[in-house]
């Protein structure tokens, strides 16, 4: 895998953790960096999306105002931070990425095809 995701773990309801994804063959300017997720019998869905170069971020609208995506400046690396986490947020959180072309609106639809390069994939657990 071209994509490293990590932090995922056990958490207790309406805790944090901070998932990590490394890039360790390209660099991530230009790119676009997607998080998904997958629950158990579930679809995998996309859950944020970042513009590396400009900055702009997109939320599922059930993550919105809990979860945040960033970039650390100094490291080839994403991080999506999460917050107030609730037992509907158990999944394998998956990491992806594109070398962007147009706009990061284009990419709304969250579809798993357009992305090229995928991590392995974290499990978080929310359970008391």
């Known amino acids: 895998f071209q994509l490293q995701a990590s932090g995922g773990g056990l958490v207790q309801p309406g805790g944090s953790l901070r998932l990590s994804c490394e890039a360790s063959?390209?660099?991530?300017?230009?790119?676009?960096v997607a998080w998904f997720r997958q629950a158990p019998g579930k679809e995998r869905e996309g859950v944020s999306l970042?513009?590396?170069?400009?900055?702009?971020?997109l939320y599922a609208d059930s993550v919105r105002g809990r979860f945040t995506v960033f970039k650390d400046s100094d490291k080839n690396t994403v991080y999506l931070e999460m917050n107030s986490l609730k037992p509907e947020d158990t999944a394998v959180y998956y990491c992806a990425t594109v070398f962007l072309v147009g706009s990061p609106l284009d990419y709304r639809g969250w579809e798993e095809y357009e992305y090229d390069s995928w991590g392995q994939g974290t499990l978080v657990t929310v359970s008391s």
């Open positions: 063959v390209f660099t991530l300017d230009y790119h676009l």
């Open positions: 970042l513009s590396i170069s400009d900055g702009i971020t």
